[in-house]
């Protein structure tokens, strides 16, 4: 597994880095239609944001990807 979880929190959300090339990955997750995961790939910018003031920078983000989840890439649970 390349992909080591940062911190989560109940099924709102999971943050990932992977081991080998340093990309981050958001996870929030959206109790419709059985449960889907939508998946945001972290810009450099949102990087050095959360490295620097955490997870609440990304809070606008994850609302985003609420809101416009159709923008993102999504995964079913079925």
Known sequence: ???EKL????????LFKHNTNSSYK???????AGG???IHYLTQKEIQ???DFGI???????????KNFSK???????
């Open 1 to 3: 597994m390349n992909w």
């Open 7 to 14: 911190t989560s929190k109940d099924h709102e959300y999971m």
């Open 26 to 32: 958001l996870i929030t997750c959206k109790p419709i």
């Open 36 to 38: 889907l995961d939508i």
């Open 49 to 51: 944001d959360y490295q």
């Open 56 to 66: 609440e920078s990304l809070k606008s983000r994850m609302v985003d990807m609420d």
């Open 72 to 78: 993102y890439e999504v995964i079913s649970w079925r």
